[in-house]
């Protein structure tokens, strides 16, 4: 593939006007909103690490839910009468 890719819309604002900017490669710019930005491939990531930080994150989910509920259990009690 020797055709560069080009973004279907603009970040910033959604907006399908986008244009070649000459500001160098991967440069564009939206009409719609005035901004200018650049696209720059940084590189495949590795099936470890992908897998790694998901199980990461699940697992921290799973934590904070489980004490949030602990958290919330007593609430009900702690009413004051004035």
């Known amino acids: 593939m020797s055709e560069r890719a080009a973004p279907f819309f603009c970040?910033?604002?959604g907006d399908e006007d986008l244009r070649p900017s000459e500001?160098?490669?991967g440069a564009w710019e939206c009409?719609?909103?005035r901004r200018?930005?650049?696209l720059k491939f940084l590189g495949l990531l590795s099936p470890t690490a992908s897998t790694a930080?998901?199980?990461a994150?699940?697992?921290s989910a799973a934590t904070t839910s489980a004490n949030s509920t602990a958290?919330?259990?007593g609430s009900s009690g702690d009413q004051r009468d004035d």
Do not use: I, K, L
């Open 53 to 55: 930080s998901t199980a």
């Open 23 to 25: 500001a160098g490669h």
């Open 36 to 38: 200018a930005f650049q």
């Open 11 to 13: 970040p910033y604002c």
């Open 31 to 33: 009409h719609g909103c």
């Open 57 to 59: 994150n699940s697992a």
């Open 71 to 73: 958290n919330d259990g």
